[in-house]
Nanobody
Framework: QVQLVESGGGLVQAGGSLRLSCAAS????????MGWFRQGPGKDREFVAD????????NYADSVKGRFTVARDNARNAVYLQMNSLKPEDTAVYYC???????????????????WGQGTQVTVSS
C-alpha cells in the first residue's frame, strides 16, 4: 500500500512564501516521478510542477514558472514545492502525486499519475 502524505500548507499574505513537503511510504516503493497538482474553488485539478526522480528533469505550469521550485529527496522518497511570490489566485488544495505514465506529450494531467495524497490547503490573502 502506497501512501503520500503532504504537509506545509497554510495561510500566507500575497507576496509571501510557503514550502510544501510530500513523503511517499510503502513497501519497496520506487517511483519514476513525483509532482504537485492543485484544485482551486470551483475549478478542476490542474498540474503545477513535477520532477523525474531519476533524471531530475522538471516541468512547470506557465502560471508558476519563476515563482515555484520543485525539488526531490530520493533517499526519503520525497518531493518538495517551494512557493515564492504567492498570489491570491494560487489559493487551492495542493495534492502530491507519484508514479507518472511514460511517454507523455506536453505537461502531465491528472490522468498521468497513479498515486495521490489527501491534499493540503494553501490560502493566499490579498
Amino acid at each position: 500500500q502506497v501512501q503520500l502524505v503532504e504537509s506545509g500548507g497554510g495561510l500566507v499574505q500575497a507576496g509571501g512564501s510557503l514550502r510544501l513537503s510530500c513523503a511517499a511510504s510503502g513497501r519497496a516503493f520506487i517511483t519514476n516521478a513525483m509532482g504537485w497538482f492543485r484544485q482551486g474553488p470551483g475549478k478542476d485539478r490542474e498540474f503545477v510542477a513535477d520532477m523525474s526522480m531519476f533524471s531530475g528533469m522538471t516541468n512547470y505550469a506557465d502560471s508558476v514558472k519563476g515563482r515555484f521550485t520543485v525539488a526531490r529527496d530520493n533517499a526519503r522518497n520525497a518531493v518538495y514545492l517551494q512557493m515564492n511570490s504567492l498570489k491570491p489566485e494560487d489559493t487551492a488544495v495542493y495534492y502530491c502525486a507519484a508514479e507518472r505514465a511514460v511517454d507523455i506529450r506536453g505537461l502531465p494531467s491528472t490522468l498521468h499519475y497513479h498515486y495521490w495524497g489527501q491534499g493540503t490547503q494553501v490560502t493566499v490573502s490579498s
